[in-house]
């Protein structure tokens, strides 16, 4: 079974064009390393929507539309504390003044683990995917429509669909989630939507261009309907130039 229970997604905008290096140099070198020793977190990565991959969004609606960068840490049990220590972590780093001024969330919060897929390609198993290196993230965010129809379309995701999406060339594999009551807060608002993660080790621009048929089928008649679609670059330490100029 996988140690992984949980995802926390960020969403997040800068609100100053001037600001992105210092806010890359701030949460690579600062923020993320410093949430790694909360004994809940098994891994934190944080991918960037680049100008390119901004313009090979299938959908692209707000608030997530807004987004530069996403952010993924993965939690272990038990939820609550490591859920509790990680807001209090940031409260704390940014009373020492530790944060970053000019960012704003636009979705944020706590989603727990559905499922995950693996493409046949690769040797590791589903619940390693996400440590496996990636050159980035083809990520879908789909609100429910229609409630009574959603338990057979999920069962057909995960029957078909998703099976026919880890083979396709530079996907490795799959995490989807979705929101619980068991890891809600006042501090944020999941409402119902859903998140699938598809680890890449091709070109995102290429595998976003290669998913869009899959896509289309997907959302044929679904009970869902789908708020964001679109692809992420890793970021690598100190290359953090897509927004100069």
């Not at 390119?52 to 969004?57: D, S």
């Not at 998703?162 to 999941?190: C, E, K, Q």
Request: glycine residues 6%.
């Amino acid at each position: 079974m996988n140690k992984v229970k949980v995802g926390f997604f960020s969403w997040t905008e800068i609100t100053d064009p001037a600001a992105h290096r210092s806010y890359n140099e701030w949460h690579q070198l600062d923020h993320l390393p410093e949430q790694h020793p909360i004994p809940g977190i098994a891994h934190g990565e944080r991918w960037v929507s680049t100008p390119a991959c901004r313009a090979a969004r299938a959908v692209d609606e707000a608030p997530l539309a807004a987004a530069h960068y996403l952010t993924l840490y993965l939690m272990t049990e038990p939820v609550g504390p490591t859920l509790h220590e990680f807001a209090e972590l940031g409260r704390r780093l940014a009373e020492l003044g530790r944060f970053h001024h000019h960012r704003r969330a636009a979705v944020f919060g706590a989603w727990h683990l559905l499922e995950a897929h693996v493409a046949p390609r690769v040797l590791i198993s589903a619940d390693a995917v996400p440590y496996r290196p990636a050159r980035g993230v083809y990520v879908i965010v789909e609100e429910p429509t229609d409630e009574t129809a959603l338990d057979a379309h999920l069962q057909w995701l995960h029957r078909e669909h998703h099976p026919a999406l880890v083979r396709v060339a530079g996907v490795v594999g799959l995490w989807t989630f979705a929101p619980s009551p068991l890891y809600r807060d006042p501090a944020w608002s999941m409402g119902s939507q859903r998140v699938t993660v598809c680890w890449l080790d091709d070109d995102p621009l290429e595998v976003a261009e290669a998913v869009r048929p899959l896509l289309r089928e997907r959302w044929r008649d679904a009970p869902v309907r789908p708020v964001y679609a679109g692809p992420f670059e890793t970021i690598l330490p100190w290359g953090w130039d897509w927004f100069d100029g």
